[in-house]
């Protein structure tokens, strides 16, 4: 088990940047598969980025990619979510997820919400 704690939520313009961190402690961040979740007000949580253990396999969804991209540093035990160009639909709560080893590819991982431990989620806003 991995516990998630995120950080860097926060007001922006459209158009502006934010970047996520997720502090992991409990077992090695390098064990398990990373992922970004985002729930806007009144909807399902989705997953946004996905990305294999060792960082070659990635997934972003349609309404992000390009925009938003998913890193790890193992040394800091950290996981990232980097949003630029942010557009008020980016709006709502962004959950940092895990799953230990690659029992899925990133991209079912991120559709079927395949994850084993959750964070408590860091609240976004973008607004003119």
């Known amino acids: 088990q991995v516990q998630l704690v995120e950080s860097g939520g926060g007001v922006v313009q459209p158009g502006g940047s934010l970047r996520l961190s997720c502090a992991a402690s409990?077992?090695?961040?390098?064990?398990?598969?990373i992922a970004w979740f985002h729930q806007a007000p009144g909807k399902e949580r989705e997953g946004v980025s996905c990305?294999?253990?060792?960082?070659?396999?990635?997934y972003y969804a349609d309404s992000v990619k390009g925009r938003f991209t998913i890193s790890r540093d193992i040394a800091k035990s950290t996981v990232y979510l980097q949003m630029d160009s942010l557009k008020p639909e980016d709006t709502g709560r962004y959950y940092c997820?895990?799953?230990?080893?690659?029992?899925?590819?990133?991209?079912?991982?991120?559709?079927?919400?395949?994850?084993?431990?959750w964070g408590q989620g860091t609240l976004v806003t973008v607004s003119s």
């Open positions: 997820a895990a799953t230990s080893g690659d029992p899925f590819r990133p991209e079912p991982m991120c559709v079927d919400r395949r994850i084993e431990d």
């Open positions: 409990g077992n090695p961040l390098k064990y398990y598969s």
């Open positions: 990305m294999s253990t060792d960082d070659r396999d990635t």
